[in-house]
T-cell receptor, first 112, second 113 residues
Framework: AQSVTQLGSHVSVSEGALVLLRCNYS??????LFWYVQYPNQGLQLLLK??????LVKGINGFEAEFKKSETSFHLTKPSAHMSDAAEYFC??????????FGAGTTVTVRA | DAGITQSPRYKITETGRQVTLMCHQT?????MFWYRQDLGHGLRLIYY???????DKGEVPDGYVVSRSKTENFPLTLESATRSQTSVYFC????????????FGPGTRLLVL
């Protein structure tokens, strides 16, 4: 069975600072990994995904994530936070029958 | 408009009542999913469907029923609502291939009194 763990339920960063959101996965097969963002009162929107093509994945809005098999990690980063990055972020792993298992989520607050 | 829609967006009901949440997608995606979102749990899969007339249980199916007579619709029914089913419910559909992703609807906020 696949699962993910997100370390830190809340992250607060200053505008312009690095954003780092941590995700570790457990999977018995090569994983398909995703990061989604949820803005208040909205559904989830795909930021980026890892499908074994490249270990460094670039997504929308300046986010990227690096797949590290040895650490079973898929951490999300953005070099410079913007006020519009304030949202909740979810890491997810996909099973062979396309079901997603989500982490508990990390809420990002951006300080002016 | 193309996309995935859910109705109603907000619903208040009482314990013991039957409630049906609707989900409609315009892409003809084969796979559709129902999740519930609760604080501290992220999203948990309730039911999913691989195609019309093919459905299967997810992680938290108890108290829910689904059907899928048409590819574009995937209603979720709470047969006898309980307070523990107060949650935000999201429907999603999967686009396959190299651009694989799940597209999520805007959600239904359900309050069971």
């Amino acid at each position: 069975a696949q699962s993910v763990t997100q370390l830190g339920s809340h992250v607060s960063v200053s505008e312009g600072a690095l954003v780092l959101l941590r995700c570790n996965y457990s999977s018995s097969v090569p994983p398909y990994l995703f990061w989604y963002v949820q803005y208040p009162n909205q559904g989830l929107q795909l930021l980026l995904k890892y499908t074994s093509a490249a270990t460094l994945v670039k997504g929308i809005n300046g986010f990227e994530a690096e797949f590290k098999k040895s650490e079973t990690s898929f951490h999300l980063t953005k070099p410079s936070a913007h006020m519009s990055d304030a949202a909740e972020y979810f890491c997810a792993v996909r099973s062979n029958d396309y079901k997603l298992s989500f982490g508990a989520g990390t809420t990002v607050t951006v300080r002016a | 408009d193309a996309g995935i829609t859910q109705s109603p967006r907000y619903k208040i009901t009482e314990t013991g009542r039957q409630v049906t949440l609707m989900c409609h997608q315009t892409w003809s995606h084969s796979y559709m999913f129902w999740y519930r979102q609760d604080l501290g749990h992220g999203l948990r899969l309730i039911y999913y469907s691989a195609a019309a007339d093919i459905t299967d249980k997810g992680e938290v199916p108890d108290g829910y029923v689904v059907s899928r007579s048409k590819t574009e619709n995937f209603p979720l029914t709470l047969e006898s609502a309980t307070r523990s089913q107060t949650s935000v419910y999201f429907c999603a559909s999967r686009r396959g291939g190299p651009q694989e992703t799940q597209y999520f609807g805007p959600g239904t906020r359900l309050l069971v009194l």
